[in-house]
């Protein structure tokens, strides 16, 4: 054997230079403890965050949480509508994966809405309470009900059950201070 | 290459922190021409327009109506919240329209204005003017300056009163007085500084007793020589310290403030006073000591008006609400060689869309451009990684890898490389060899950033909604199966199917009668 390598104080520095190594992957190992921010969300709660949250189910999956267990298996990122483009390039960043534009099958980009009863006409059925799956209607039986416009996401779930269809999808208005401003390459001073 | 590395390193490794200064760039500081006069008083304009939006924090509700007559100093629209500030009339006249609507060129939203038709007469409300201030408690001080609707006139616009209450409630030990104007054009803290050290100086020591600091100092630029010079004769006996900083773009920020006064580095995406100090402009001193020794609100401000169209560019006391046109008149615009109007200086500026737009209580300078002073943008030619824009910035971000992030619009990764520490200097776009407008694409995503969080704050509060949804059903339908196994007769069944049968019924006949109704509302 080379007797280099057994002599004792090349043995001493191996071992310590071991020991420098196990410390420093100890506290790097603690460091990330300390700022672990995402690794405790599974991945699926992770694609279920970029997603609207509005339940409609365009996506074709019974809403938005089955549709990111989907994700997770391996299903296209762009079938969510109401999220648009923002989410698409959300979720392609999150999963590494390449930016296409919205599938046309499951809807397109359209303006935000809410639903408006027409009051007058309803007929007090609660078929609409029962379909709205954020409880963003009011009313009980026999007496009139109305949306409460904060809270809707413009699901449109409520539309189909109606017995008198009297549910309007309206489009939101925009409050000013949501107006982008000019980008990079529109700016023109006067 | 080597050396900007070491420069960067001397501070991780804890030696030279005061010594190294990174991120300094000089640009051509173009305040002599504005200075060559004193401050002119400005005469009075037709109307003045006040936005509700003066400050930072949420509108002014308007308390005058169409046709009121109001005077000099008389109160137009008042703070509705904490974040909110009073608004005064800054002459007297005859309020023509309470809610015009004007697109002002920083937030291209449209804020409501009180317009005011000025009489010309001047005539003010009496005001109650205090002899000895030093004698005023720091509460009553406080309100004072709450009353007059100061805010910070630097640029920020955040209300001055609030700001120091959050300084007293985190118990800042120094008050820091900005007077630092290193941007180009901007020349109006100097002009005010030379003209009236005095009251800035008397404005500093109110508001370090208002805001119970220790000590105050007011930071300077070497290069302000007839204002270091009248601080210097009137600064004997105050307690207020001259410090004096090189010159250096952006040494006014607040951040770069601090660290060359103190040398605390403020930590990302706190402020100041969370390591003990509050930074106040020299503009909003003097702002605070006309609140609590004269008793005069908030109703104008020390504007500078700069570039070589202007024949004779100066600084002028203007009222607010004084509309940009009127004030460049008065300096003898060149229409020839006007290429289009900063408001701000010439790397912070942002362009006016309407020079009919009035001054603002945070408007410090507008600068008419012309073809020689700001060229037009040259072809943006691609990012050679040269690095020039990392070694300008003083947040020390790397705005070469934020210009990528935009470009993608990779949020996330905006975020985790600090986009929100950019103080938007421009410094990194001023150093670009190849013209990339860094600064405007950083302001973009930041708003696109401001939105996001928006919709997944809206999100995440839908999906709450939802979980909640899901709970309450599952526990009905609990409930109901509870039911029906205890009740082991089919009455209850009976009575369901009835019940159930009587609702069909009743929907079919409320179906009917709607349809009757429209039918006979057809008819007739
Ligand atoms: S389309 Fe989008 S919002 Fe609608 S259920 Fe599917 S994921 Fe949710
Ligand atoms: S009210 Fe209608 S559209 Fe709005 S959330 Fe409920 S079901 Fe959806
Ligand atoms: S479903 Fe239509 S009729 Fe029934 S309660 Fe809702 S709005 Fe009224
Ligand atoms: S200065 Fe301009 S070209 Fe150089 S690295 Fe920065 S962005 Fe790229
Ligand atoms: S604009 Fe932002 S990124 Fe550019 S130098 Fe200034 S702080 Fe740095």
Redesign the interface.
């Known amino acids: 054997m080379n007797p280099f390598i057994e002599n004792p104080i090349f043995l001493y520095a191996t071992g310590l230079l071991v020991a420098l190594l196990l410390l420093l992957g100890f506290l790097r190992f603690i460091s990330l403890l300390r700022t672990q921010r995402t690794y405790q969300h599974s991945i699926v709660d992770l694609i279920?965050?970029e997603?609207?949250?509005?339940?409609c189910g365009h996506c074709s999956y019974a809403?938005?949480l089955p549709y990111a267990r989907a994700i997770a298996q391996g299903e296209a990122i762009n079938k969510c509508a109401p999220g648009g483009t923002?989410t698409i390039?959300?979720l392609s960043?999150?999963l590494n994966e390449q930016r296409e534009p919205l599938d046309p099958a499951h809807g397109s980009l359209s303006p935000a809405t809410v639903a408006v009863i027409r009051e007058e006409?309803c007929?007090g059925?609660t078929k609409c309470i029962q379909a709205?799956?954020?409880?963003?209607i009011s009313g009980a039986t026999?007496l009139m009900h109305t949306v409460i416009a904060a809270?809707c996401?413009g699901c449109d779930l409520c539309v189909d059950p109606c017995?008198?269809d009297c549910i309007d999808m309206i489009e939101v208005q925009q409050p000013?201070?949501?107006?982008?401003?000019?980008?990079?390459n529109e700016?023109?001073?006067? | 290459m080597a050396i900007s590395w070491a420069k960067r390193a001397c501070p991780v490794l804890g030696f030279g922190k005061r010594g190294v200064k990174l991120g300094a760039i000089k640009p051509p500081p173009h305040k002599l021409e504005s200075l060559r006069s004193r401050i002119m008083p400005t005469p009075l304009p037709e109307r003045l327009v006040l936005s509700l939006q003066q400050h930072q924090g949420d509108a002014s509700i308007p308390c005058v109506e169409v046709g009121d007559k109001v005077l000099k100093f008389q109160a137009i629209a008042e703070a509705n919240s904490e974040s909110s500030l009073n608004l005064h009339a800054p002459t007297s006249g005859t309020i023509l329209s309470v809610d015009q609507s004007l697109v002002f060129s920083d937030s291209m939203t449209p804020e409501a204005c009180i317009v005011l038709e000025c009489d010309g007469a001047d005539n003010a409300l009496k005001v109650s003017t205090t002899r000895d201030y030093r004698a005023l408690e720091h509460e009553h001080l406080l309100q004072r300056i709450e009353e007059a609707g100061v805010c910070g006139m630097g640029g920020a616009g955040y209300p001055t009163a609030l700001k120091l209450r959050h300084g007293i409630s985190k118990n800042i030990d120094l008050l820091l007085i900005n007077a630092a104007e290193c941007e180009p054009y901007i020349s109006c803290d100097e002009a005010l500084l030379r003209e009236r050290a005095k009251e800035v100086i008397q404005g500093a020591e109110i508001i370090q007793a208002a805001c119970l600091a220790n000590s105050c100092q007011l930071v300077i630029e070497s290069n302000m020589n007839e204002a270091i010079d009248a601080l210097r004769s009137e600064i004997t006996g105050s307690s207020v310290q001259l410090k004096i900083v090189a010159p250096s773009y952006p040494a006014g920020d607040e951040r770069q403030i601090v660290f060359a006064a103190t040398g605390r580095e403020t930590p990302s995406s706190g402020l100041p006073i969370d390591i003990g100090v509050v930074v106040v402009n020299a503009g909003t001193a003097a702002a605070c000591l006309h609140a609590v020794s004269k008793g005069q609100p908030c109703i104008s401000r020390v504007v500078t008006l700069a570039g070589s169209p202007l024949r004779t560019p100066k600084n002028f006391d203007v009222p607010i609400g004084t509309p940009i046109s009127h004030l460049q008149t008065l300096c003898g615009m060149d229409e020839q060689s006007h290429q289009g109007t900063l408001a701000g200086g010439s790397l912070m500026g942002q362009p006016v869309l309407n020079l009919d737009l009035p001054i603002k209580k945070t408007s410090n300078c507008v600068v008419a451009m012309s073809a020689q002073e700001f060229p037009a943008q040259e072809p943006v030619l691609p990012c050679i990684r040269c690095g020039y824009c990392a070694d300008a910035c003083p947040a020390h971000l790397l705005p070469q890898q934020l210009l990528v992030f935009s470009k993608q619009q990779a949020v996330e990764a905006l975020e985790d490389h600090g986009l929100f520490d950019c103080i938007e200097c421009g410094a990194c776009a001023y150093v670009c060899p190849s013209k990339i407008p860094l600064l405007q694409y950083y302001r973009s995503s930041k708003e696109l950033m401001l939105l996001e969080a928006g919709v997944t704050a809206r999100s995440s509060h839908w999906q709450q909604r939802f979980q909640y949804f899901q709970y309450r059903r599952k526990r009905v339908n609990q409930q109901r199966a509870e039911g029906k196994q205890s009740a082991s007769d089919n009455s209850q069944q009976v009575e369901q199917e009835f019940s159930r049968d009587k609702a069909r019924e009743e929907i079919a006949a409320a179906v009917a009668r709607v349809k009757s109704k429209k039918s006979k509302n057809q008819a007739s």
């Open positions: 279920n965050a997603l609207p949250q509005t339940q809403g938005c923002q390039r959300r960043w999150l006409e007929i059925c709205c799956p954020v409880d963003a026999k809270e996401t017995p008198v000013p201070r949501q107006w982008p401003s000019p980008g990079p700016l023109v001073p006067c």
